[in-house]
Nanobody, 119 residues
Framework: QVQLVESGGGLVQPGGSLRLSCVASGSIFSINGAGWYRQAPGKQRELVAS???????KYVDSVKGRFTISRDNAKNTVYLQMNSLAPEDTAVYYC?????????????WGQGTQVTVSS
């Protein structure tokens, strides 16, 4: 059974920082691409940042220069460092990963972690 578990969310003041972690566990051979999504109340889920297996990254314009996605393949973990947080960053953040199991690739989602930016 493969699971993605996110952690690191919470309440932070505007201008603050948080680091989200997404750990994949189970019978995993490797993780290919991975990404962080977010969904604010009343809005569609959007892709915030993505990273390939070799570390190439992409960001939505609204977080460029503030967020950094990274990965530790040895730990099957993907991170999202969020700096200069603003109230509009408030959302539930979800991790998605393309996981290779027995030569086949599957897409998995985490349960989500709440990020609230408020004074």
């Amino acid at each position: 059974q493969v699971q993605l578990v996110e952690s690191g969310g919470g309440l932070v003041q505007p201008g603050g920082s948080l680091r989200l972690s997404c750990v994949a566990s189970g019978s995993i051979f490797s993780i290919n691409g991975a990404g962080w999504y977010r969904q604010a109340p009343g809005k569609q889920r959007e892709l915030v940042a993505s990273i390939t297996r070799v570390g190439s990254t992409k960001y939505v314009d609204s977080v460029k220069g503030r967020f950094t996605i990274s990965r530790d393949n040895a730990k099957n973990t993907v991170y999202l460092q969020m700096n200069s947080l603003a109230p509009e960053d408030t959302a539930v953040y979800y991790c998605n990963a393309e996981i290779v199991i027995s030569s086949l690739q599957y897409s998995y989602w985490g349960q989500g972690t709440q990020v609230t930016v408020s004074s």
